[in-house]
């Protein structure tokens, strides 16, 4: 159905401009003033921003992990991104010794060709190379747009972990197929002694699973995986960087030409380390933990620089029976926590309170995704571009409670959080999907994003 959304303010990664929107067919066919009305539907914006729906490229749904799956399946976690003003979500798959990059999309494709009710796309997570027939298939996957693979340099004993090696053939595999690795950045064997010690002195709390993957945990493989692309050459993209030293060492690479990306998630800029302290510090248990001061900082400077590319959640939520699981023991605790319903109206709320551009926001949520993972039609209010669109009411004061949210998990570390502004209206395609408060989607409406290879 055609419509126009009239009278709004359209924000862009580049500018902000009064000006009419016109959709058909789920595209923008033209952006301007005085565009005809007559027999459309007519969608007033007046006093409100019209955006580009945000693209979390880290998410991680129904996932087997931490003794359990995570607590959002592929229905609810894309209901949560809809409500939230994300209109295309990323997610993990988990390749495992024996099967082959194919199987393991295939088998989620089927499942969100019924559940998704935004659009989707995949990054491969590769845990094993198959004796080198997932190599021989990384060109196949490109063509059929699945352009990223991650890597986990971490979780070794539950058989996610790649070694140096491994790691290295990735990287000149995905340079070689227009592709690029994704990396989870922690070191495994510090962990690992750090974890020892801590449980042989007792030291059980949630605390310690911050001081088990400190700063320099995190900064050494960091440094490590920077090392690497720039000497092979390779791109390389850096999920949820929250650590100063190694932040410092990529914005350093990428000065001398490396071609590095760098992630970080809207945890590590409202919490610090200390929420481990707390009695339900359990719940805001993720790898990697939330960082102290000093790096909360340098990644809020890095955001303003326009040093840091992309702002995604991690969403990876467990409900509150699991990670009580923990309560003695911190390493029994799933990592991971909510974030995909949060992500847009955080980043613009902080926008609204003059930490950052308007404009700024968009392009860590939705313009740069777009542009660094080869989403051709998403990530801004242009024509020809999918109507991915939020209509954001920037004087509404909001407060984040759990019974708010679209989510199936019982609690969130977001609790109580105030925002300034929060998205009114999300359409996908076109299509209204999230009211005012209320998901009036669809399961089954999303479509998968087949990307463009580097
Ligand atoms: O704690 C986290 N981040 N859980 C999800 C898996 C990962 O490491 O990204
Ligand atoms: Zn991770
Ligand atoms: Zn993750």
Known sequence: MDMIIKNGSVVTASETVKADVMISDGKIIAIGSNLPTAGITVVDAKGKLVLPGAIDVHTHLAMPF?????????????????????????????????????????SKKAICAKEACVDYAYHCIITDLNDGAILEEMASAVESGITSFKCFFVYKKEGMMVDDGTFARLLLKAKEVGAMINLHAENPDLIDYNIETFLAEGKTSAWYHYLSRPEYVEAEADKRAVHWAKHLQAPLYLVHMADKEGLEAAIEARKEHSDIYIETCPQ??????????????????????????????????????????????????????????????????????????????????AANQGKISFNRAIELCSTNPAKIFGCANKGSIAVGKDADIVIYDPDIDFTITVDKMHSDYDHTIWEGIQLKGYPIQTYSRGRLVYDHGDFIGEPGWGQFVKREKR
């Open 268 to 349: 590590y800029l409202e919490f610090t380390c200390d929420v481990y302290k707390r009695e339900d510090g359990r719940n805001f248990v993720c790898s990697p933990p939330m960082k102290g001061q000093e790096s909360q900082d340098a990644l809020w400077k890095a955001i303003k620089n326009g040093e840091i590319d992309v702002v995604a959640t991690d969403h990876c939520p467990f409900q509150s029976y699991e990670k009580d699981w923990g309560i003695d023991d911190f390493t029994k605790i799933p990592n991971g926590c909510a974030g995909v319903e949060n992500l847009y109206p955080y980043m613009l709320s």
């Open 66 to 106: 931490g003794g359990t799956t995570s607590a959002d399946s592929y229905l609810a976690g894309t209901r949560a991104a809809a409500c939230g003003g994300v209109t295309t979500v990323f997610d993990y798959p988990m390749q495992r010794k024996g099967m082959t990059i194919k199987e393991v999309i295939d």
